[in-house]
T-cell receptor, first 111, second 118 residues
């Protein structure tokens, strides 16, 4: 079974731009979660989607948004990028509330 | 709210020896899952082992075992017979399995960097 895939793997943007990251879960998994990892804040939960519905959201500004499609693929969008948004963005999928399996991540650099 | 504490920023171990990585947690929920993940320098989070709050036996997965002490709220990871490839960052995490504002999300500790010496 193929694992979680994330595209792109690396991204360089400038302040004020917006970015869209994509995540394809493991086949059959209906839950997709997003996390931001930075050296200063560690791993922080962004949001979780289950069957196209946002089930939970972390403490991030409204510039961070996401969605899930009927095939369980998910995208997250960050608008008006700030330098502090530079991070590794990790996507994870699970069947429901069991083990989350992570993708390789998208490393975003904001200049 | 949930909290995971990993008090060891870095650990060193000799190849083929065992090492214990500490993890304590805090939650008022009765039903939860505890996880350990490994993150090599490449960045991908690799699932290692899972322990449910109602599991009476400690979880084991190959060279990994989880020393679960519910009363002390600790979930230490034991790696036996360390290998050079075990050098990585290790994260302890918790997921609440009941409803509420924490539904579904993983709460992570700050991680422990493990270095295996030849």
């Amino acid at each position: 079974k193929a694992g979680v895939t994330q595209t792109p793997r690396y991204l360089i943007k400038t302040r004020g731009q917006q970015v869209t990251l994509s995540c394809s879960p493991i086949s059959g998994h209906r839950s997709v979660s997003w996390y931001q990892q930075t050296p200063g804040q560690g791993l922080q939960f962004l949001f979780e989607y289950f069957s196209e519905t946002q089930r939970n959201k972390g403490n991030f500004p409204g510039r961070f948004s996401g969605r899930q499609f009927s095939n369980s693929r998910s995208e997250m969008n960050v608008s008006t990028l700030e330098l502090g948004d530079s991070a590794l963005y990790l996507c994870a999928s699970s069947l429901r509330l069991d083990t989350q399996y992570f993708g390789p991540g998208t490393r975003l650099t904001v200049l | 709210a949930q909290k995971i504490t990993q008090t060891q920023p870095g650990m060193f171990v000799q190849e083929k020896e065992a090492v214990t990585l500490d993890c304590t947690y805090d939650t008022s929920d009765q039903s939860y899952g505890l996880f350990w993940y490994k993150q090599p320098s490449s960045g991908e989070m690799i699932f290692l082992i899972y322990q449910g709050s109602y599991d009476e036996q400690n979880a084991t997965e190959g060279r990994y075992s989880l020393n679960f002490q519910k009363a002390r709220k600790s979930a230490n990871l034991v790696i036996s017979a360390s290998q050079l490839g075990d050098s990585a960052m290790y994260f302890c995490a918790m997921r609440v399995l009941t409803g509420g504002t924490s539904y579904g999300k993983l709460t992570f500790g700050q991680g422990t960097i493990l270095t295996v010496h030849p």
